[in-house]
Structures are given as structure tokens and as C-alpha cells.
């Protein structure tokens, strides 16, 4: 199975848990695991597990919540199934955790998805979309369509 990273390298105690759930993934599954070129060369120095998301069947983030739903964008883009929060495994349990993971199969769970659009661009996004005014003393205007009719319509400083 070909895995693509998407890892939270912010600090080192980050990068540090990224490269071992990697290589327990590698290890422990038999995965192949890919990483952007960026990303392989931040964790290991070199760009040999360099990939492309589309190459791969499963994203998978390795961080909280900000990885999470970077690692979503890049699972919206390619349409591909997203694993997250691997960061909460323990390092000694991740080796044989991480083949049963994948050697038994994993069931996806699909998740409602929020459209919004932005300077004339429809984006899509995972949890929520935060709106707020660009100046100081100004207003915004937000309104909401559910199924393209319109559901409200806000008005306020923030």
C-alpha cells in the first residue's frame, strides 16, 4: 500500500515522532510511504521518499489538528481517503500497531464536506470556516446557502 505523509515537522519532538511512525509504517505494514520533497528532505535529508498524492492510496497525517486539516486539503485535491492523528500512538506500539492497521483494512467514514467561497474561489473545508473582517472598525457581510438556496444572511464587525 502506498502511503502519502503529510507530518507536522513544527519542532523537532514533531519531526522526531513523524520519522518513527514512518518507519514503523514502513516496518510494521510493509507500506510504502511518500512524503513531499520538501518534507523528505526536512525528516531524513534526502528526497528518496519523495512522492505525489495522487500516487498514493491513503494521506495520512501525522500531527493534531492543524496537520490534520492540511493533510484534508491535500485528500480533497486528489480525492483520496485521509487516516489522521497518528501522533496519539505511543512510539513502542506504533511497529505492530501499524500493521494491523493496514493489513486488516481500514473502513472509511465519510465526512460532510463545508463549501465556501473566497475572493470569487469556491474552496471546500474539513471542520469549519472562520470569516473575519479585514480592518479595524469595519463590517463584514456573510450569508449562507444550504443546497444553493439561501439559508441567512449576517452583517456585524466580527
Request: with cysteine; aromatic share 6%; net charge negative.
Amino acid at each position: 500500500m502506498k502511503l502519502f505523509i503529510c507530518p507536522n515537522r513544527a519542532k523537532e519532538s514533531q519531526a522526531q515522532t513523524a520519522r518513527a511512525c514512518i518507519q514503523a509504517l514502513e516496518a510494521g505494514a510493509g507500506a510504502e510511504c511518500l512524503l513531499s520533497p520538501g518534507d523528505a528532505r526536512a525528516l531524513f535529508g534526502t528526497e528518496h521518499r519523495a512522492g505525489r498524492p495522487e500516487e498514493c492510496d491513503l494521506i495520512v497525517s501525522i500531527g493534531g489538528d492543524g496537520a490534520v486539516l492540511r493533510a484534508a486539503q491535500t485528500a480533497i485535491a486528489w480525492d483520496k481517503p485521509l487516516l489522521g492523528y497518528l501522533c496519539a500512538l505511543e512510539a513502542d506500539a506504533l511497529p505492530g500497531l501499524a500493521g494491523d492497521m493496514l493489513l486488516r483494512g481500514l473502513t472509511p467514514s465519510p465526512r460532510t464536506l463545508l463549501a465556501f467561497t473566497y475572493a470569487g474561489e469556491e474552496r471546500l473545508a474539513l471542520n469549519d470556516v472562520v470569516a473575519a473582517k479585514e480592518n479595524f472598525g469595519g463590517t463584514v457581510t456573510l450569508s449562507a446557502e444550504r443546497q444553493g438556496a439561501p439559508l441567512a444572511l449576517w452583517r456585524g464587525d466580527g
